[in-house]
């Protein structure tokens, strides 16, 4: 995590499952320190508020562990992973973000929500949106340059490997509302995928890898690409053309 934690003291602590109380002092303390304008200001997290992402980032972490075949402990990939500590950060950053209240204080937990967010992908090279919306059990492994804008929606079980980008279609002069991609539930995003615009990959689909995704996606499919041409530079300049091809495995 970003901030100094007590929770192992020792190299027999490591070898501990982490638990929900653990999750729930980390949470407080990384409040105490990026949201330190909304705790002036009298806002605190509420025991509910508290509850809920302890159980989302308990989730997170469990799904983690159980796709991961190098995972050791659960204390290896919380304290360690780079890819689970952006979605740690960004479920409390998507909290914060929420926030009611006056204007003020909405504008002041919008700040502070950028901070931490700004802050996990300076450290981390991945970048969700706290504005983003993310269900439950939610995997990002390996994760370099991977992006989840603003208005993505992500269901239940879903799983994105690195640089794969839930992006808008244009590069400038997005207009406002839903810009960025619906991913629905167990939908799964191999490395290199680049998902663009309000599009819907409907649940229980598979996304191969290097695919470019701009139009709907039902259900229950598989998008692969079947065929890519590689070429060989030679010496004298001539391009000879590779006989080996690539495709993405389902």
Sequence with gaps: MFFKSNLFTSSQDMNKDVSMDWIRFDIRNTYREYCKELIELGKILTESQLEELAVLIYGDLQARVEQDPIALSTDYIYRLSKSFNIIYCYRIAHSVYNFGGTAEEQMVAKFCAFRLSEEASRRTAIEIHPEAKIGKN???DH?????????SVIGDNCTLLQNVVLGA???TFNERGKRHPTLGDNVHVSGGVRILGPVLVGSHSFIGPDCLIAHDVEPHSKVRMMRKQQVVQAKDNKRVR???????RG
Excluded: M, P
């Design 138 to 140: 939610f995997v990002i």
């Design 143 to 151: 994760g370099i340059n991977t992006l989840i804008g603003a208005t």
């Design 169 to 171: 279609r244009k590069i």
């Design 242 to 248: 590779d006989k080996q091809y690539f495709s993405s």
